[in-house]
């Protein structure tokens, strides 16, 4: 495999082990070889398009994949062809070989986990910085913008033909996962396999059109709640969003996914969360930062995880204390960095 240095020695050592393993599932008598496909909870476009370029490339090669995933995929995500495979339900015969995309924990996949465990062989793929390692391989570099890019390099390995599903797939992945080439981890490796995938026949004027322009009136009022909750001190953006919120709008869980991005935004904001009240004593929050604040660090703090600049934890306590507790941890973090920058 000759990758041009893009990955790290030990992700370019497990990409070939990865590609022994892929060629074998599919010699293996077809019939009876079996891979299993998944990715994270409450799954993103990265999440979904790695997950569904891989069952085509697999598919593509003749061997059989369950494509199985805790939560059904985002709206955005629902016209790339091949997300009819994905269902939630967990097929009775272990796997021969499990596939975990962008997760970076076996916790992180939800009741996947149990059949990721009883697979012959897992391979990871993933472009976290901090994460529990759990597969047998793993191809993991953070340098990359996208767990696509990651899938990409293992397709050419695989001398697998990116046929346009499968590129299209892999630029979702890229573009939500860089914020349309805005965040700091579009580098350009980003843009050459975003040319690439061009090239292969990636619609991308489709994919923006539903990522970014598809949004329903109800996140719009939903935005509208958040806003009226805002906090903003010491440069740190807070909106809690209550069940009632989602009740009088009428907006679904998934559909608050837009308001993070204003609070993130905002003049003299570096650090902003979200926290959606999922239960009495539960509150999801969802946590961006911008250059020099890794937010990561304070999702492991309180529980969770992710990349430097978005990252999430979940914070058993009702709404409002939650949000509290949340102020706190972050102010501590914003104090040490004040302090280590004088
Ligand atoms: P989001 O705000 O979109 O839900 O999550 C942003 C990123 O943070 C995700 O891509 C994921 O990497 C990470 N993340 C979110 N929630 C959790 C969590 O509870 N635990 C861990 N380890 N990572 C999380
Ligand atoms: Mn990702």
């Not at 529980?303 to 990252?311: L, N, T």
Request: proline letters at 5%; one cysteine or more; a negative charge.
């Amino acid at each position: 495999v000759d990758l041009n240095g893009c990955l790290n020695p030990e992700a370019t050592r497990a990409l070939v082990q990865a590609v022994r393993m892929l060629e074998t599932a599919s010699l293996d008598d077809k019939s009876s070889s079996r891979v299993l496909l998944t990715t994270h909870v409450n799954p993103d476009g990265d999440a979904v398009g790695s997950t569904i370029a891989l069952a085509h490339a697999l598919r593509d090669r003749g061997t059989t994949v369950d494509v199985v995933l805790a939560d059904p995929p985002p709206v955005y995500c629902k016209f790339l062809p091949g997300v009819e495979w994905i269902t939630p339900c967990i097929p009775s015969m272990p796997p021969d070989l499990a596939i975990v995309c962008d997760a970076a924990g076996i916790d992180r996949i939800g009741p996947v986990d149990h059949a990721v465990k009883v697979a012959r062989q897992t391979i990871e793929i993933d472009h976290h910085g901090v994460a529990r390692p759990f597969g047998d391989v793993r191809v993991v570099d953070d340098n990359c913008a996208a767990t696509a890019e990651l899938v990409y390099y293992l397709l050419t390995a695989l001398k697998a033909p990116i046929t346009p599903a499968i590129a299209s797939s892999l630029m979702m992945g890229l573009v939500t996962d860089t914020g349309s080439f805005r965040f700091t981890n579009t580098n350009t490796r980003a843009f050459r396999l975003a040319a690439t995938l061009m090239e292969a026949g990636a619609d991308l004027s489709r994919i923006m059109d539903q990522v970014y322009d598809q949004k329903t009136v109800s996140s719009l009022r939903l935005l509208e709640r958040a806003i009226s909750h805002l906090r903003i001190a010491n440069s740190f953006a807070s909106a809690t969003l209550s069940r009632h919120d989602f009740q009088q709008t009428g907006a679904t869980q998934g559909e608050a996914e837009g308001v993070i991005g204003h609070l993130r935004s905002l003049k003299g904001v570096q650090v902003a969360a979200v926290l959606r009240e999922t239960g009495p004593a539960e509150a999801r929050v969802s946590l961006r930062g911008r250059p020099g604040y890794n937010v990561a660090e304070i999702a492991a703090l309180m529980g969770g995880g992710g990349h430097a600049a978005a990252a999430g934890c979940t914070i058993y306590l009702p709404l409002d204390e939650a949000e509290r507790r949340l102020r706190e941890t972050v102010y501590k973090f914003l104090d040490q960095i004040k302090k280590s920058v004088s």
